[in-house]
């Protein structure tokens, strides 16, 4: 995959959240493709982030994708409120939702991109009867919660299997946790397209270059 395909996503969990809008302009300025925001209930998942106040917040911002992985549980009743808040991409657990058909039909209707999440134990024959409903498929390589956490690497061989599964249909393969520099490459070779990077980004004190880095890195 030429490196001009790869999309590179900073979740701005990492972020300094006393400053939060200049850090998402920083990372806007340091060439990201989309903005991951995680959002967290204290239940589906063990932390709480932010709700739709704050995205509408950082809306006007900037123009960037706002890619909005939400992990709570029930998520159905919110998905307008976080659309009306400015998402672009709205992600939903499929481990959150027994009506995911229907979550997915909800999010294109309201004219967003819907996404499905996969936690590390999920298997992928989940996606099998809407993966035509999907236009991202969100493989999480950490159990979801926190930042900073180490790459499972069971993970690679689900993304080759997903990747396999997408064919030829316009899905985002998007993996999200514990990226780095180092296991980039390994992912991208299984046929992930963007990355989700918390720390390896906002740890750095020079936001293009790390995310410079990690494309140099998947390229
Ligand atoms: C984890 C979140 C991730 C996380 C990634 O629950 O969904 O987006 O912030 O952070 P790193 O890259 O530090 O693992
Ligand atoms: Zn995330």
Redesign the pocket.
Known sequence: MAANDIKIAP?I??ADFSRLGDEVRAIDAAGCDYV?I?V?DGHF?PNLTFGPPVIKCIRPVTEKVFDV?L?IDPAQPYLRDYAEAGADIITVHAEADPHLDRSLQFIRSLGKKAGISLNPSTPEQVLEFVIDKVDLILV?S?N??????SFITSQIDKVRRIRAMIGERPIDLEV????SEKNIKAVVSAGANAF?????IFSHGDYKSAIDALRAAAG
């Open positions: 979740s969990l990492s991951h995680d967290m998942v992985h992990m999480m950490v979801p919660g926190f930042g900073g956490q999200d946790g514990g990226i989700v990077a918390g720390n390896a």
